[in-house]
């Protein structure tokens, strides 16, 4: 099993200066962030990276602080303009609301964290008390990453509002008898994840038009935070398995943990430590460290190419030359003669051939190794909108 593994400091672009550190409400580790990052590989397997220092690293009590501030000053004002308040949760509500994180209320698991099924009250001023199905995932607390994650969730998620963008409603941290434990509760998604309808055989293929949605949905959510705000943010981490689908299918990113705040203005990139899921990572990336608003622009691709064939990122099941999703669709995407060849046959022919055609030609440009030639959010958000709204043949 081949994996990535790079050793680069964080930092604007060549800049030297240390990154300031926005912390939303205000939770501090002892120690830099230079001090606290562990190295990160990137896993073959679509795990996201993890902590090289995890088994000897654990979190205590003693190791993270809180301060009860909800206005600290920031250079990031975007997040004060987009500020909203979030609910403290003690353990014991979280346990209560996943009945003690009972399996049968397991939803998921991520790489850094098991998400359960809970169960909350919460006071409406019109209609006083109502329950509220919410989403709690819960921390891995054995190493640092954990940690950095829950914090990068909350300094994000809980200055964002977008349609688009799943809803933080609160967090936890808190001393127990087994450690500190660090959760998150979310809005509830009944209809899971992109990655659950796309690749599970036992349930209803989802219609051209509906994968359509779920493609401009996403890309919406993706233009608001690469250009809505008054810094950019670059997510890191697109995949359908972070593409979350409410009742209506309407979909939702989640999971801000590898986010990432964009370069500042006079610089072209952020170096960072190499993190995400492999298939899915642009290749500029991978090589270098530097991340850039385009590398979000190559994961879209990527899902593009998901929506059209049915077929994952990266597939250890299939032959060789077919394994990397990119690299096997590349002939076909580049040929409008060939598109049909590599259409989702669970699909039976139920889609506009034109339709098709753009959107392999969007995502072959989306996913040029070249970063340069790929478009701008804005730019696929226009382009998604028209194909959606070409006739149905």
Known sequence: MKCFRFRVSESKGTSSKRR??????????????????????????????QSASAASSTLTSQSISFAASTNNSSSFEGYSQKHYKLRFFSFSELQIATSNFNQENFLGEGGFGRVYKGLITQRDVNKGDITLDVAVKRLNTKGLQGYKEWLSEIKYLGRVDHPNLVKLLGYCAEDSDTGVQLLIVYEFMPNKTLETHLFRKDLPVLSWQTRLNIALGAAKGLVYLHEALDFKIIYRDLKPSNILLDKDFMPKLSDFGLAREGPDPGHTHVSTVVAGTMGYAAPEYLQTGHLTLKCDIWSFGVVLLELLTGRKALD??????????????????NDNRKVKKIMDPRLEGQYSLEAAQRIASLACQCVS???????????????VKEISELPHS
């Open 20 to 49: 300031k550190c926005l912390l939303w409400p205000s939770i501090c580790i002892k120690g830099t962030p230079s001090q606290v990052e562990p190295k990160s590989e990137t896993s073959r397997k679509g795990s996201r990276t």
């Open 369 to 383: 190794v070249n970063a340069k030639l790929r478009p701008k959010m804005r730019e696929v958000i226009e382009a």
């Open 316 to 333: 250890d099941n299939l032959p060789k030359n077919e394994q990397y999703l990119t690299d096997w669709s590349k002939p076909y995407i």
